[in-house]
């Protein structure tokens, strides 16, 4: 295992078994792990380090748990949050997925309410994820309010377009009573644009959901700049009554923040340990 630190020691990354990586995050209110659900990704979303890599294969569920063990080793304690937001696409990896979060849930004692399962829009995995008993929180990839942005930065919206992924995020709300968070990574003159920022507000309309800007981090197979109107973006939306925040950019510097992961990075300088 080879493992790189960030801000100040508060943000690891780990390689495990040269395949898949995953983040321990440390805040003052919170300690969070980002979890890999598979080893590469095969959604081919433009600008993510993981889906320009392509897919290896599906991790076990224990492989998976492992990794919220390896980071409850570094917080010293269990953590409260895990996120399937590092490589894969969770719900393309359903079985092994559910298998893991039950005991994540059941034996290592993280709350359902605290473990997030991030897609780009699998419709018919998250409706069968809303017959799910477990309450976990959802979270939709959007990245574009209209099909034809968002099926050149994430190609399985021509599967699945806004609308439908919109109307499986309902079914999960009202199944599990659970706000759902938007994903929506901002990039320069793509998709951050004042009237994208108002049909985004238009399709938010009616649904309890919340929206995390993600400023854009570089990866080397995407080319587009992030955008300088996070804030302004941001502005505007909360000026048409919708619930955003802005995420907490960590682990940049070690090819550890949102859409990163990666294995570029293996033979890199700043691994401390193996």
Sequence with gaps: MAIWEADNGETRKALFEGSYETVAMRYPDRRTVCISSQAGCGLGCTFCATGQMGLVR??????IVSQVLWAARVFG??????VLMGMGEPLANYDNVMEAIRTI???VGVSARKITVSTVGLVPQIERLAREPLPVTLAL????PDDETRSAL????????????MKAVKKFRSAHGRRVTIEYALIDA???????????ADLMRGTDVHVNLIPLNPTPGYGMPASPRVEAFARELKNLGVNV???DTRGRDIDAACGQLALESVAGPSAISS
């Excluded at 304690?77 to 895990?82: L, Q, S, W």
């Excluded at 994430?154 to 992924?165: D, F, G, K, Q, S």
């Design 77 to 82: 304690e269990r953590p409260t949050n895990v």
């Design 105 to 107: 849930n059941d034996d």
């Design 141 to 144: 990839s959007l990245h574009a």
């Design 58 to 63: 599906n991790l076990t569920a224990w492989e």
């Design 190 to 200: 793509v998709n951050d644009s004042s009237w994208q920022a108002k049909r985004l």
């Design 154 to 165: 994430v190609p399985i919206n021509r599967r699945w377009p806004v609308a439908e992924c």
């Design 245 to 247: 925040t802005v995420r």
